[in-house]
């Protein structure tokens, strides 16, 4: 195991010392120009003398990779495009590469090509970082470049810089959040407006937040991939996508929208990284990384982040509390956190320097669901009899889960119940669920959401 948060500035390679004036723009291919890409490009050319400014070289476009070649793309210069995104990535001048196409391939195989090619690479991908993050940053190790993704994770929203250099000295115990614009859109939206599913998922991916196939967004795969890349750095343990537990949103339904709003809370796509205690038995810390719906409190920060914005919560020894909010989804905010990074890794290689590559020296065990300790809140519908209260009651002790508060409504010769647990572990929780659907006087299990953020 390794430990390679901070390396050794990089050997200056031959392009580099090529120029000791320090007046060669540094060449920039942009692979990818849709939603995101199409903005880093407009605020290249648009924002070009700051940048130069800022960097202390030109920034030079040289090339945009793209599948549509001919497609109208105002503002930019049509013979910048080409379809051979390979040939682009491995010219000999090429310093940056920004990567904005998304998916796993060819995303993956052009990254590895650029950064063999000694070019410092910036990428919005989480897809690709959560599935293989480890190869790209031992690619970017091997060959002394710059690996940057403030974009992955948030949006706009400078989440992993502060993970990975600011908090770095820190022991961070939970990182909390709403980490997917196109999700929150639409249950916000059911919340506020009483709105529909596929009108406003319609919506968001006309307002480009929603990825290419939304049933990343809205089946928890892009919010579980953000979840990986943050958990790995807050634990410096390799967490991949297939490691986190994940429920999407297809399945909240108007009534638990409104089962929240009746004890006070409001259904979010919470991500939850968390670091345990230390056990009795000497076996070391885990971390468990789950996205999923769930009730929050009204009262709950996160509670008030609405539209395509999301939040971070940061929990950690010494820092305390730390809160992240701003856009996590949309064209100009992810292509502000692109600029940062393309400076960034622009500035390193001006001073022949690299930024911090992988941590995972930790290696800490993920563990599984049904060793979380969480809350549920279930909506039942039961008959109406005597005796039924103590036999769904039975059912939670039998599986040592205590119940919170129950309230009973009356509904003719049926009943609703609604249970809320206190904290039990989750695989407990679920097999109570699984009991009480087998229990003849309840009718149906007709909500289940773990309840968080107490
Ligand atoms: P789009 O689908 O809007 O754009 C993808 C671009 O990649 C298009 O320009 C497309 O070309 C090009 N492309 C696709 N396949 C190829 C290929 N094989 N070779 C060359 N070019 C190709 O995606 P987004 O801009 O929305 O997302 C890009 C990345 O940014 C993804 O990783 C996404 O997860 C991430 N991201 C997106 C955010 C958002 O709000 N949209 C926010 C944060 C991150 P053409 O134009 O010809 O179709
Ligand atoms: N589709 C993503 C979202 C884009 O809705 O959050 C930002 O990563």
Known sequence: MTVTDVRPP????SRQASSPDGSRPLKVALLGCGTVGSEVARLL???ADDLRARVGRPLELVGIAVRRPNRERPGLDPALFTTDAHALVTRPDVDLVVEVIGGLEPARALILAALANGASVVTANKALLAADGATLYAAAEEHAVDLYFEAAVAGAIPIIRPLR????????TAVTGIVNGTTNFILDKMDTEGAGFAETLA???ELGYAEADPTADVEGFDAAAKAAILASLAFHTRVTGADVYREGITDVSASDIASAREIGCVVKLVALCQLSEEPEDGSGRSVSVRV???MIPRTHPLAAVGGAYNAV????RSAGRLMFYGPGAGGSPTASAVLGDLVTVARNRVRGAVGPGE???AARRVSPIGEVTTRYHLSLEVADVAGVLASVAQVFAEHDVSIQTVRQNGRGADAQLVVVTHRARDAALSAT?????DLASVRDVTSVMRVEGE
């Open 10 to 13: 990089a050997e200056p390679r």
């Open 45 to 47: 050319v648009e924002q």
């Open 165 to 172: 250099e600011s908090l770095v000295g820190d022991e961070i």
């Open 433 to 437: 669920v699984e009991a009480l659907r």
């Open 203 to 205: 919506l968001a991916q």
């Open 359 to 361: 941590s995972s020296y």
């Open 292 to 294: 999923h719906p769930a």
């Open 313 to 316: 919560f940061v929990e950690s």
